[in-house]
């Protein structure tokens, strides 16, 4: 009973449930075709590209995956400006509508896509939305549902298989976004889900980093795009026990700065509240998060002994 009760007794070895969070987000890559038409034309190599050759190295990605052992599961989430959506799971057949065959599911999850980005840009017709949120993608949204999904994966089946994520990300962070972020990057530790991360713009993912750190995923960021599934399937397709076998990439380093809690931007300095944690790049005489009072009552008692005492001393 204690051996059956452990949490790596719980676990199918060769058994893996990949949640793909897939960046979908049309601001970044239409800036990312723009950039890769430019670097074409002036005959010097880039290292972006468009979402459609994205997808080429994607789906089959999704494909091998499911190659590698029968019992594998594989879900699809796409990350857009204003909101997430399941685009497809393996685990009841694509959709029901996509049979049963490799072409049919491609055009399926493409049909979904499309859906999904039109969907988005509907949802972001408010006055100043886009603006505001700029052309950061919504991670804190995708990761929540993975680790959503991945819990009623859980409760639903005695043996559990082998859960992780990946995050295929392009878009940069988005700082006003910081405490959903890292409040799914711990609950992923404490659920013991590794996080992936391929990071595929012109700069590191800082929340990315954080999260393969913390979690003991792996992080990547390719310098050569053109050969993205070279990469993904020898870094990122093999399974959790293989992986001891394995050298794999390490980050050279890992940006541990936080956001601020009152303009959302990264900062390497601040001010933190002893009570709820939450960080400001200034001095303020009041929590905003929980209300607790910053006033410097010890001090000032201190300095208005040191005056009594003073003036004590002249009187004598």
């Not at 010097?44 to 979402?51: A, G, I, K, Q, R």
């Not at 049919?104 to 840009?121: G, N, Q, W």
């Not at 006055?127 to 804190?140: C, E, I, N």
């Not at 009570?275 to 910053?294: E, P, R």
Request: aromatic content about 8%.
């Amino acid at each position: 009973m204690n051996a059956a009760s452990a949490p790596s007794k719980l676990y199918s070895d060769d058994v893996s449930l990949i949640v793909v969070l897939l960046d979908a987000n049309p601001f970044f890559w239409a800036s990312s075709a723009a950039a890769a038409g430019d670097s074409a034309s002036s005959h010097h190599p880039t290292t972006t590209l468009p979402f459609s050759k994205l997808l080429n190295h994607v789906i089959p990605l999704l494909n091998s995956l499911l190659l590698l052992n029968q019992f594998n599961q594989v879900v699809l989430v796409a990350t857009g400006v204003n909101s997430c959506g399941y685009i497809y799971d393996s685990g009841d057949g694509g959709g029901g509508s996509a049979g049963g065959s490799v072409p049919a599911i491609c055009s399926e999850i493409l049909r979904r896509l499309e859906e999904f980005v039109v969907k988005d840009r509907l949802q972001g017709k408010g006055p100043d939305k886009v603006v505001a949120t700029g052309v950061s993608s919504l991670l804190s949204g995708s990761l929540s549902l993975a680790l959503c999904y991945i819990q009623r994966v859980f409760r639903s089946r005695a043996r559990h298989p082998q859960p992780r994520i990946l995050c295929l990300q392009g878009s940069p962070d988005g700082p006003e976004q910081y405490v959903a972020v890292m409040n799914a990057i711990f609950s992923a530790q404490r659920s013991m889900i590794p996080i992936d991360s391929c990071v595929m713009g012109v700069q590191h993912s800082a929340f990315l980093q954080q999260a393969s750190y913390i979690t003991g995923g792996v992080y990547l960021k390719p310098q050569q795009l053109d050969g993205l599934f070279q990469y993904l399937s020898a870094v990122f397709a093999t399974d959790l026990q293989s992986r001891n076998f394995l050298q794999l990439p390490k980050p050279a380093g890992v940006d541990f700065r936080a956001s601020c809690f009152c303009h959302k931007k990264t900062i390497d300095m601040g001010y933190v509240c002893s009570v709820c944690l939450s960080i400001f790049c200034k001095h303020h005489k009041k929590c905003s998060t929980c209300g607790s009072d910053f006033s410097q009552g010890p001090t000032d008692a201190n300095a208005s002994s040191d005056r009594k005492r003073k003036t004590s001393e002249v009187q004598s």
